[in-house]
Antibody
Framework: QVQLKESGPGLVQPSQTLSLTCTVSGFSLTSYHVHWVRQPPGRGLEWMGVIWNDGNTGYNSPLKPRLSISRDTSKSQVFLTMNSLQTEDTGIYYC??????????WGQGVMVTVSS | DVVMTQTPPSLSVAIGQSVSISCKSSQSLVYSDGKTYLHWLLQSPGRSPRRLIYQVSNLGSGVPDRFSGTGSQKDFTLKISRVEAEDLGVYYCAQTTHVPYTFGGGTKLELK
């Protein structure tokens, strides 16, 4: 069955770099797009970016200078790297699969706290 | 960027009641292929969001038919008939027609 699972450090110091991994199963990264969406505590959803099935990427403009999304298809993993973290980057980070049928599968999310 | 405006921000309902949530976009969500990529998600307390409806009116797998979606262009509605306890949480509309993809601010459905 289709699964996505995020992993990464729960705590990051301000100005440091965040590295998250999304490990997928049940589908191929060359067939589906994988997105990253984040949610600050008690707030709504923010689309961060995508790695398309062809390996190209797209980013939300405010995050683009700091954000990079890549993948390793042999390991079925998608990576998010974001630098210069600030406290407002605190929140739950989700990876999800998208098809023309919408965001059809989501990971459980990983909580990231930016604090010294 | 496409701004998605959801109303109301919260709803207090009794079990068995029917409710509607509105979602309006700042631009038409009709893509060049003629399809409209407007979706509805539910985030139950402490859980990840999950898809309810895709492309305006199509029920996701396993979603009960108490849920229905309507609308076109820039104006969309989610209706829940006969609310059940498991329906409580925050509902989001989302558009995947225009990059960057954007979400509505959410509508919190609570028990009266």
């Amino acid at each position: 069955q289709v699964q996505l699972k995020e992993s990464g450090p729960g705590l990051v110091q301000p100005s440091q770099t965040l590295s998250l991994t999304c490990t997928v199963s049940g589908f191929s990264l060359t067939s589906y797009h994988v997105h990253w969406v984040r949610q600050p505590p008690g707030r709504g959803l923010e689309w961060m970016g995508v790695i398309w099935n062809d390996g190209n990427t797209g980013y939300n403009s405010p995050l683009k200078p700091r954000l990079s999304i890549s993948r390793d298809t042999s390991k079925s993993q998608v990576f998010l790297t974001m630098n210069s973290l600030q406290t407002e980057d605190t929140g739950i980070y989700y990876c999800n699969r998208m098809s023309p049928l919408g965001f059809d599968y989501w990971g459980q999310g990983v909580m990231v706290t930016v604090s010294s | 960027d496409v701004v998605m405006t959801q109303t109301p921000p919260s709803l207090s309902v009794a079990i068995g009641q029917s409710v509607s949530i509105s979602c309006k976009s700042s631009q038409s969500l009709v893509y060049s292929d003629g399809k409209t990529y407007l979706h509805w998600l539910l985030q139950s307390p402490g859980r990840s969001p999950r898809r309810l409806i895709y492309q305006v009116s199509n029920l996701g797998s396993g979603v009960p038919d108490r849920f229905s979606g309507t609308g076109s262009q820039k104006d969309f509605t989610l209706k829940i008939s006969r609310v059940e306890a498991e329906d409580l949480g925050v509902y989001y509309c989302a558009q995947t027609t225009h990059v960057p993809y954007t979400f509505g601010g959410g509508t919190k459905l609570e028990l009266k």
